[in-house]
């Protein structure tokens, strides 16, 4: 079977993510995105290719990407981050996302679930895909004006989001050795029909300015899963 109309679909992806990328970065619309495709690995869901440097403004944010990653600085919103290779990822502007319903990202569901995610409230999302179709993805929110400062307001702010979100009482544990005030939380999730259960893992961040920082990472793979959060939080990273 050829696998010609798959490949032609990431090239055009690459392609209207390039261009989006170009048009909105420092324009009115805070905007990166990434799409990232090709053939790789078994875990990689088809190698790296990224945005070219030039077409982003990183503010000064230093982005410490594991190797193979794409580095995402989002000047604007004062955050940077990475994702894994052959991961798809954007800002929730409501013009990219419009934007996004012209392009066909390779991720199943990416689109729906951007959606998702920013009437949740968060800023970024990002989703990958593995040689078994398992899906992963993360997304990072901003609290402003939270007032936290201590790992003791963070761990009651974590027990107060999980309690609030129906997940009970969940441990918030602190994370050593951070930078900044940080804690995590994770917890299952159901799929649909209870065949399977996705993991997920929220990390929280007592960021500059004010702002409580959230990325949370869900993953189809329990094996994985713990390692990948880890990494994609430890990415995130601030204006100096």
Do not use: C
């Not at 869901?45 to 440097?53: I, K, V, Y």
């Amino acid at each position: 079977m050829s696998t010609r109309p798959r490949s032609r679909r990431r090239e055009r992806t690459r392609l209207v993510a390039a261009i989006l990328a170009i048009a909105l970065v420092g324009g009115l619309v805070a905007a990166i995105i990434a799409a990232i495709g090709g053939d790789g690995g078994a875990d990689d869901a088809g190698g790296g290719a990224s945005l070219p440097s030039t077409t982003v403004d990183s503010g000064g944010i230093e982005v410490a990407a594991p190797d193979g990653w794409t580095a995402i600085p989002v000047a604007s919103l004062g955050f940077g981050i990475a994702v894994p290779p052959g991961w798809e990822a954007t800002v929730l502007a409501p013009e990219v996302l419009e934007s996004l319903e012209r392009s066909s990202p390779a991720v199943p569901g990416f689109l729906d679930n951007a959606h998702a995610a920013a009437e949740a409230g968060a800023v970024f999302y990002a989703a990958g895909i593995d040689s078994a179709g398992r899906v992963a993805d993360a997304k990072v929110r901003a609290v402003p004006g939270a007032g936290i400062s201590t790992i003791e307001q963070l761990q009651e702010f974590g027990r107060q989001l999980t309690r609030s979100s129906g997940l009970g009482d969940v441990p918030v544990e602190v994370v050593d050795g951070a930078d900044r005030p940080t804690v995590r939380m994770q917890y299952n999730l159901g799929t649909a029909g209870g065949s399977a259960a996705a993991r997920g893992t929220e990390t929280l961040v007592a960021g500059p300015d004010d702002i409580v920082w959230s990325v949370i990472v869900t993953s189809e793979d329990a094996a994985t899963h713990e390692a990948l959060a880890d990494e994609i939080a430890g990415t995130l990273a601030f204006p100096p």
